[in-house]
């Protein structure tokens, strides 16, 4: 089990988050999932998962890249550190273009049920990122 937990984490890294594919996110997310980190006033269910990584992320960084550096699971759980990264050619959550190549480093963990996402919890460093681009 824990290993086939890792294996979905690592599909939805690479599928939805590095791809954009609608159909992956569909088949990985439960319906009623939650991410515990969404910020006040985002959705923090499937709709607000999926708007974040294919309006948000990937027209800032079409050229978006994740990389897993670390796995560890435990049970129904897995955590993963991971750095998604690219060159941002769009306006990133309110930040014009800088057309520099940004890392956004990540700590997550994520429940998994039935070989799909069911909660969310995550450290992102895209807040640091935000305000350092801002300045520029």
Do not use: C
């Not at 990584?53 to 759980?77: C, S, T, W, Y």
């Not at 039935?114 to 801002?134: F, K, M, N, Q, S």
């Amino acid at each position: 089990m824990i290993e086939n937990n890792k294996a979905v984490v690592r599909r939805f890294n690479q599928e939805v988050i590095g791809q954009g594919n609608v159909d992956s996110f569909n088949a990985l997310m439960d319906e009623n999932f939650i991410n515990r980190s969404a910020p006040a006033g985002m959705d923090n269910g499937p709709q607000g998962m999926i708007w974040f990584f294919n309006e948000a992320l990937r027209p800032a960084i079409p050229d978006l890249k994740v990389i897993i550096h670390d796995q560890v699971a435990e049970g129904d759980m897995v955590t993963t550190r991971k750095t998604i990264s690219g060159k941002q050619t769009g306006q990133l959550l309110g930040v014009p273009a800088t057309g520099q190549t940004i890392s956004i480093e990540v700590i997550d963990m994520v429940r998994i049920k039935d070989g799909r996402y069911v909660e969310h919890w995550g450290i992102t460093t895209l807040p640091e990122l935000l305000a350092t681009l801002a300045k520029a």
